[in-house]
């Protein structure tokens, strides 16, 4: 099948190239999770932060969300279209911003890797110094805390993992759940 857009209720929906993979939806239940409020302080490294304050932790992955704060640095990917006609849509090149960046929203998700090591994801809306609007795909790891904490909470639970897997719909490697055994 050709990618392409059509017209559902008045909805501009866009149809991927692959085989459709019904539901989208994926729902797991959980028997216990812990939630988090984490406040990573100004000039730290949100990746390494995120990680430290994992580490030691028992989880099989976690979701979150950004509450408020801001950014000095930070790195972020929109989609631009392709000439790909099986994938007519991608990560595009870095965007790079500097000064006082505020957060307006984010979602956080913490998969595994292959090796089961965490795997972190977020996109996320925020402002410029000057008011303009952003958005996309961030690169935690070169997203630096500006002149205010940055407050997220997380969800952390156990039994089910996030993984990257092939997706046969989107022609994208995307973080789909898993079930593991009980630790």
């Known amino acids: 099948m050709t990618p392409h857009f059509e017209q559902r209720a008045g909805v501009r929906v866009f149809i991927h190239g692959g085989e459709p993979q019904q539901p989208r939806l ?7 999770s812990e939630e988090l409020r984490v406040v990573l302080p100004l000039a730290c490294n949100v990746a390494e932060g995120l990680l430290k304050v994992l580490e030691g932790r028992r989880y099989g992955s976690a979701v979150g969300r950004i509450l408020c704060g801001g950014a000095a640095h930070l790195s972020y990917h929109r989609m631009v279209t392709t000439q790909d006609q099986q994938r007519p849509y991608d990560y595009g090149q870095a965007v790079v911003l500097d000064g006082y960046i505020t957060f307006v929203s984010g979602a956080l998700t913490v998969g595994r890797d292959a090796a089961g090591a965490p795997l972190l994801h977020c996109h996320a809306g925020f402002l410029d110094r000057d008011g303009q609007q952003h958005g996309g795909h961030l690169v935690l790891d070169r997203l630096i805390v500006g002149s205010e904490p940055l407050v997220l909470r997380l969800c952390l639970f156990d039994q089910v993992a996030y ?4 997706d046969a719909e989107t022609h994208f490697n995307l973080l789909h759940p898993v079930f593991q055994e009980a630790s």
């Open 163 to 166: 993984q990257v897997q092939p």
């Open 26 to 32: 994926l729902d797991c239940e959980v028997p216990a």
